[in-house]
């Protein structure tokens, strides 16, 4: 699955990234940048979750994005199959500024909509600019493959939405737990970028080739761009894990990662304030 082609006349919008967390102070500060990039009070944000009832935390990202003063937003419970075949769903997509996926493990979005209408909607609305956002494990799904946690030694990779083909993030990220299976999976295709997408971390991919982190917390990477050697084919549980070349780092907030670069850039320096004129 491939992300839509862009329109003529149209620039790709952006995708959010939202790792999550308890912290009221987190959530305000994620539920903001999110607003922001789907139009601030023009914001006409549709909520998504795969809950079959919806949870407190989609209600609370909803009466969020409400409470900072969003033109309008609509809670929709994709409870199954049927609604990513639901007209008034894709209705709502197509005239909205945006998308949130709040609920739902990934792979129950994978096998709820992949495949149907509503994914290409929303596929087709972030070609058209508007912004699509994700928040754990649905923020896992966005991306072309997403990676699987499970108790096999070996990465278990799975299709996703299909709105970049460049990233794949481990969303719940624990170190200690996955650092080695991200590897594995970057090992296995270096093409991609793997994000371990801890809590309080946030991160947008946009339309160029720039990664930038906005949440409160460091980006785990693993980019496989200049592996030289690996024994991903052979290796096996307990045995020394090699990738010549591949490149583990943290990414800060405010700091940047250029996709086709592959460096770090730093923070964007605010723009001067105008100087007043004393006459």
Request: aromatic letters at 8%; one cysteine or more.
């Amino acid at each position: 699955m491939s992300p839509s082609p862009v329109p003529d006349g149209y620039v790709r919008g952006p995708i959010f990234y939202d790792g999550g967390a308890e912290d009221s102070v987190y959530n305000e500060y994620a539920r903001y940048a999110f607003w922001n990039l789907a139009g601030g009070y023009g914001a006409r944000i549709v909520v998504l979750t795969t809950n079959s009832g919806a949870s407190e935390a989609d209600y609370g990202y909803t009466a969020a994005f409400q409470a900072l003063e969003a033109a309008s937003v609509r809670l929709v419970v994709v409870g199954d199959r049927s609604a990513g075949f639901d007209q008034s769903v894709i209705h709502h997509i197509e005239h909205s500024t945006a998308v949130f996926l709040s609920g739902g493990h990934p792979l129950r979005w994978s096998t709820t909509i992949g495949g149907t209408p509503l994914a290409t909607a929303i596929r087709r609305a972030n070609a058209c600019g508007k912004a699509v956002g994700g928040v754990g494990g649905s923020a896992a799904f966005l991306g072309n493959h997403m990676l699987v946690y499970d108790d096999q030694p070996l990465p278990r990779m799975a299709p996703g939405l299909g709105l970049s083909n460049r990233i794949l993030v481990a969303a719940h990220f624990d170190v200690d737990k996955y650092s080695q299976l991200l590897q594995l999976a970057i090992a296995s295709n270096p093409y991609v970028l793997g994000v371990g997408l801890v809590d309080q971390a946030a991160f947008i991919r946009r339309a160029d080739t720039m990664i930038e982190v906005v949440g409160l917390a460091n980006l785990h990477l693993v980019d496989g761009q200049q592996m030289t050697s690996t024994n991903i084919q052979s290796w096996r549980p307990g045995q020394v894990f090699e990738a010549g070349g591949m490149r583990v780092l943290e990414l800060e907030p405010d700091y940047r990662y250029d996709l086709e670069t592959h460096s770090v850039q730093p923070p964007e320096l605010a723009m001067p304030m105008p100087v007043r004129s004393s006459l």
